[in-house]
């Protein structure tokens, strides 16, 4: 057996739906159920999906307030008004604000922007800034990405005789700002087609309606946007991205080039990934350590040496988000392993003197992927006595519900389930963290604890061909709510396996199903090698892609879990560093026997002393449970009857055969019926034997061991057949006719041979089928009971 890392969640389409797609748009079996599951089961559905590019952007007349926004902007431009443009400091804010100061360029408008300092003012309006806007001379402002919560800002503005525009997609309160417009999908009684479209598609909404077609020259940055603010890419969003994208291959943005540049990255090879891991972080970066401004004009600037220059800055300051990230994220874990055990907190609350609050999310998420459980990383500033941090949670704990029952403590928060941001008092930490551990204490199991696979589809290896992988690329761009795929592929055979990279922690496999193929590659699951054993059926997770190597095309699967349902065997007889294996082992499964004391010192096992079960009884046998143990058989056992109980009465998950054994009876002569024969013959001549005298030179004139004359003698002893006093053997005379079996010698020494035949001498697929036969006796008696 092999532990899935993760919890699977595998969904199963409806047969007779993935049939009608295949026969109407003439796609593979695979394709048509990932479809299906995401919930896209008609031709119509599934053929606006595969090709976004055809779909028509929605009337950006249809939101809310457009027309009034439009009349402002227009009378703003015809009067020479200074118009302010008030962004964020994320990847969102920064491509939001890039886009309305690129329309509004483009209509000759006067305008500027303003990004908040997320350490000096935190996210949004704010008064400080609107009444500093009011003394530049400002008469419009026009929010990107916020200020759908800023009531009290808003009403400033009006008393200041400053019209506010809002554009933004966070989930609007009770109660709305008095703007002059909010252009917002998620306003009270909006019609908008598409309520999910982040900061940056509103404001991408706005500039066509200003521009008075689709301004599919923005289309790269809004892609940024789209994709960074992990909003669903579907509908509208996913024609976005997906046109996005194209642009982005052949941007003319000498910022976004030299960027691009600095990150390796080919143009034409540019896809949602490249947003999602290298664009936008180092974008994020710029606004997490200091001033986001220069994220705005890196995007922006028409000037080779400036985008140049603010390209490498940017890159300077990923680089050291990426440091300061990994400090911090291994203090915190010092700090949890010492101080709050994982295993003894169901959520974890970990705070710090001087951590950035830029990346106490980044923080936060980092240790829920290592720790799964519900996270708040907080950073202590001793001179005003708070706390400031960011949530990230997991599935089956409402983050969100859970610190709406803290308010007393908690004067600013807000969020969602899976992740919230929030202020309070040092004094009120650790009450914060006893609350929560009771309420997840309620609210979780075990089991949630552990990670949830979402498995998109099961098929056989005969599936995966190169058309259906470049069918599953239409499903692109993935992201939120379209992620790349996940496969399962259930109960393949291993045809070939190997540790690959530098420091063997890689490993390639090839497995085999019904004659079919494929080659998987496993990053960090070089571990695999010892887990998986020969003949083993396992069941595979991971994404599909294309290897390409050498002019040669063939399906590829990247790892992501493995599993095997059924019992395994380890074949460890004759290895000889047994101590490195062993410690491989999870010390909470592996139960280590032996059937003899003097196994633990001539294998050098006293470390494990304690953990070893010497059986030398059938009784001990019975009462040992081994049910999921990784059982490792130290020694031959004196009997297969012995084995026989010890598995009929548990069910070990595997079993690691070693059978050490310090004397081989298999390689000794069994002597025969002949040889019997002829020594009895001898002895009725000789009348007496002197065995301590004459045993080895007979023995030699035979070609026989010492030891098959004592053998003999002590046989036939036991059937008295003869006598021995002091060393001398004597016939008895006429001797009752007797079996050399009713002799307990002969009977135990063949007994022996067999066993050490079974079990020590054979191959592995004949020990696998003696295993296989022992557990399934247990079955048939669990039946008959």
Same mark, same amino acid.
Request: glycine content about 6%; some cysteine.
């Given at each position: 057996?092999?532990?899935?890392?993760?919890?699977?969640?595998?969904?199963?389409?409806?047969?007779?739906?993935?049939?009608?797609?295949?026969?109407?748009?003439?796609?593979?079996?695979?394709?048509?159920?990932?479809?299906?599951?995401?919930?896209?089961?008609?031709?119509?559905?599934?053929?606006?999906?595969?090709?976004?590019?055809? %779909?028509?952007?929605?009337?950006?007349?249809?939101?809310?307030?457009?027309?009034?926004?439009?009349?402002?902007?227009?009378?703003?431009?015809?009067?020479?008004?200074?118009?302010?443009?008030?962004?964020?400091?994320?990847?969102?804010?920064?491509?939001?604000?890039?886009?309305?100061?690129?329309?509004?360029?483009?209509?000759?408008?006067?305008?500027?922007?303003?990004?908040?300092?997320?350490?000096?003012?935190?996210?949004?309006?704010?008064?400080?800034?609107?009444?500093?806007?009011?003394?530049?001379?400002?008469?419009?402002?026009?929010?990107?990405?916020?200020?759908?919560?800023?009531?009290?800002?808003?009403?400033?503005?009006?008393?200041?005789?400053?019209?506010?525009?809002?554009?933004?997609?966070?989930?609007?309160?009770?109660?709305?700002?008095?703007?002059?417009?909010?252009?917002?999908?998620?306003?009270?009684?909006?019609?908008?087609?598409?309520?999910?479209?982040?900061?940056?598609?509103?404001?991408?909404?706005?500039?066509?309606?200003?521009?008075?077609?689709?301004?599919?020259?923005?289309?790269?940055?809004?892609?940024?946007?789209?994709?960074?603010?992990?909003?669903?890419?579907?509908?509208?969003?996913?024609?976005?991205?997906?046109?996005?994208?194209?642009?982005?291959?052949?941007?003319?943005?000498?910022?976004?080039?030299?960027?691009?540049?600095?990150?390796?990255?080919?143009?034409?090879? !540019?896809?949602?990934?490249?947003?999602?891991?290298?664009?936008?972080?180092?974008?994020?970066?710029?606004?997490?350590?200091?001033?986001?401004?220069?994220? !705005?004009?890196?995007?922006?600037?028409?000037?080779?040496?400036?985008?140049?220059?603010?390209?490498?800055?940017?890159?300077?300051?990923?680089?050291?988000?990426?440091?300061?990230?990994?400090?911090?994220?291994?203090?915190?874990?010092?700090?949890?392993?010492? +101080?709050?055990?994982?295993?003894?907190?169901?959520?974890?609350?970990?705070?710090?003197?001087?951590?950035?609050?830029?990346?106490?999310?980044?923080?936060?998420?980092?240790?829920?992927?290592?720790?799964?459980?519900?996270?708040?990383?907080?950073?202590?500033?001793?001179?005003?006595?708070?706390?400031?941090?960011?949530?990230?949670?997991?599935?089956?704990?409402?983050?969100?519900?859970?610190?709406?029952?803290?308010?007393?403590?908690?004067?600013?928060?807000?969020?969602?389930?899976?992740?919230?941001?929030?202020?309070?008092?040092?004094?009120?930490?650790?009450?914060?963290?006893?609350?929560?551990?009771?309420?997840?204490?309620?609210?979780?199991?075990?089991?949630?604890?552990?990670?949830?696979?979402?498995?998109?589809?099961?098929?056989?290896?005969?599936?995966?061909?190169?058309?259906?992988?470049? +069918?599953?690329?239409?499903?692109?761009?993935?992201?939120?709510?379209?992620?790349?795929?996940?496969?399962?592929?259930? /109960?393949?055979?291993? %045809?070939?396996?190997?540790?690959?990279?530098?420091?063997?922690?890689?490993?390639?496999?090839?497995?085999?199903?019904?004659?079919?193929?494929?080659?998987?590659?496993?990053?960090?699951?070089?571990?695999?090698?010892?887990?998986?054993?020969?003949?083993?059926?396992?069941?595979?997770?991971?994404?599909?892609?294309?290897?390409?190597?050498?002019?040669?095309?063939?399906?590829?699967?990247?790892?992501?879990?493995?599993?095997?349902?059924?019992?395994?065997?380890? /074949?460890?007889?004759?290895? %000889?560093?047994?101590?490195?294996?062993?410690?491989?082992?999870?010390?909470?499964?592996?139960?280590?026997?032996?059937?003899?004391?003097?196994?633990?010192?001539?294998?050098?096992?006293?470390?494990?002393?304690?953990?070893?079960?010497?059986?030398?009884?059938?009784?001990?046998?019975?009462?040992?449970?081994?049910?999921?143990?990784?059982?490792?058989?130290?020694?031959?056992?004196?009997?297969?009857?012995?084995?026989?109980?010890?598995?009929?009465?548990?069910?070990?998950?595997?079993?690691?055969?070693?059978?050490?054994?310090?004397?081989?009876?298999?390689?000794?002569?069994?002597?025969?019926?002949?040889?019997?024969?002829?020594?009895?013959?001898?002895?009725?001549?000789?009348?007496?034997?002197?065995?301590?005298?004459?045993?080895?030179?007979?023995?030699?004139?035979?070609?026989?061991?010492?030891?098959?004359?004592?053998?003999?003698? +002590?046989?036939?002893?036991?059937?008295?057949?003869?006598?021995?006093?002091?060393?001398?053997?004597?016939?008895?005379?006429?001797?009752?006719?007797?079996?050399?079996?009713?002799?307990?010698?002969?009977?135990?020494? +063949?007994?022996?041979?067999?066993?050490?035949?079974?079990?020590?001498?054979?191959?592995?697929?004949?020990?696998?089928?003696?295993?296989?036969?022992?557990?399934?006796?247990?079955?048939?008696?669990?039946?008959?009971?």
């Amino acid at each position: 057996m092999l532990t899935a890392k993760t919890r699977w969640d595998v969904k199963r389409p409806d047969k007779n739906k993935v049939d009608q797609l295949m026969k109407e748009l003439d796609i593979s079996p695979l394709v048509a159920s990932l479809l299906v599951n995401r919930g896209i089961d008609t031709a119509r559905a599934a053929a606006a999906f595969l090709y976004p590019e055809k %779909q028509p952007f929605h009337d950006p007349f249809l939101l809310d307030d457009m027309h009034r926004a439009i009349e402002r902007i227009q009378q703003a431009v015809r009067n020479e008004e200074h118009i302010l443009v008030f962004g964020d400091y994320d990847a969102d804010g920064v491509s939001s604000t890039t886009v309305m100061m690129s329309a509004l360029s483009q209509i000759g408008a006067k305008a500027d922007f303003y990004i908040p300092n997320r350490f000096t003012e935190g996210y949004g309006p704010n008064k400080n800034a609107f009444c500093l806007a009011k003394e530049k001379g400002v008469s419009l402002i026009i929010t990107v990405d916020n200020g759908i919560a800023a009531v009290e800002e808003v009403a400033l503005a009006n008393e200041l005789g400053m019209d506010v525009i809002i554009t933004d997609h966070h989930e609007p309160g009770p109660t709305l700002p008095e703007a002059l417009a909010i252009i917002h999908p998620k306003k009270p009684g909006s019609t908008y087609p598409f309520r999910d479209l982040a900061g940056v598609g509103v404001a991408f909404k706005l500039a066509h309606a200003l521009l008075g077609e689709v301004p599919e020259h923005l289309l790269d940055i809004v892609a940024i946007g789209t994709i960074a603010d992990l909003v669903p890419l579907t509908g509208e969003n996913r024609l976005l991205a997906a046109k996005g994208i194209e642009q982005l291959r052949d941007t003319k943005r000498i910022g976004l080039r030299a960027l691009l540049k600095q990150c390796g990255t080919n143009l034409s090879q !540019v896809n949602e990934e490249t947003v999602g891991f290298a664009i936008a972080p180092r974008i994020n970066a710029v606004g997490r350590l200091g001033d986001a401004a220069p994220a !705005v004009r890196l995007l922006m600037t028409e000037d080779e040496a400036e985008a140049h220059e603010l390209a490498k800055k940017t890159e300077m300051l990923n680089r050291e988000r990426q440091k300061l990230v990994n400090e911090m994220t291994e203090e915190a874990v010092a700090i949890i392993q010492e +101080q709050f055990p994982p295993e003894k907190q169901h959520v974890l609350v970990v705070a710090k003197e001087g951590w950035n609050v830029g990346v106490i999310g980044i923080v936060a998420s980092r240790l829920v992927e290592q720790f799964y459980r519900p996270t708040i990383v907080l950073s202590i500033d001793p001179e005003k006595g708070i706390a400031k941090g960011s949530a990230r949670s997991i599935q089956g704990f409402d983050l969100f519900a859970h610190l709406s029952k803290c308010r007393d403590i908690l004067p600013h928060f807000g969020g969602h389930p899976m992740a919230a941001g929030m202020t309070l008092s040092l004094e009120d930490v650790d009450e914060l963290r006893e609350r929560l551990n009771a309420f997840a204490k309620e609210a979780l199991t075990e089991e949630d604890f552990i990670p949830i696979t979402s498995i998109d589809a099961a098929c056989s290896i005969d599936d995966i061909t190169l058309g259906a992988l470049e +069918q599953i690329e239409k499903l692109s761009p993935f992201g939120t709510e379209n992620p790349r795929p996940l496969i399962l592929i259930e /109960d393949a055979s291993v %045809q070939s396996m190997r540790r690959i990279g530098a420091d063997q922690s890689h490993i390639k496999i090839v497995f085999e199903q019904d004659g079919a193929t494929l080659e998987c590659v496993g990053f960090g699951y070089g571990y695999l090698h010892d887990e998986i054993a020969p003949n083993a059926k396992v069941s595979i997770v991971g994404s599909l892609s294309v290897n390409e190597w050498n002019h040669l095309r063939k399906p590829q699967l990247m790892i992501c879990d493995a599993a095997v349902r059924e019992w395994q065997l380890f /074949d460890i007889r004759g290895i %000889q560093h047994v101590h490195s294996l062993f410690s491989l082992l999870p010390a909470d499964r592996r139960r280590f026997i032996a059937f003899g004391q003097e196994t633990i010192g001539a294998l050098r096992l006293q470390s494990y002393r304690e953990e070893i079960d010497v059986i030398e009884a059938i009784e001990e046998a019975k009462r040992l449970s081994l049910d999921g143990s990784y059982v490792v058989l130290l020694d031959l056992p004196p009997t297969l009857e012995m084995i026989k109980v010890l598995l009929s009465y548990s069910l070990p998950a595997r079993i690691y055969a070693l059978f050490y054994q310090r004397e081989t009876h298999f390689f000794s002569t069994l002597p025969t019926r002949d040889h019997f024969k002829w020594f009895y013959a001898f002895l009725m001549k000789r009348g007496t034997f002197h065995l301590e005298k004459y045993g080895d030179e007979l023995a030699r004139s035979r070609g026989w061991t010492k030891e098959t004359i004592h053998f003999m003698v +002590q046989v036939f002893l036991e059937l008295q057949f003869v006598t021995v006093d002091n060393g001398i053997v004597s016939l008895v005379p006429n001797p009752k006719k007797r079996d050399l079996a009713e002799s307990p010698t002969y009977r135990l020494k +063949q007994a022996q041979l067999e066993l050490e035949n079974m079990l020590l001498y054979s191959s592995y697929e004949q020990l696998k089928r003696t295993f296989s036969e022992i557990k399934a006796l247990r079955t048939y008696e669990e039946a008959k009971m």
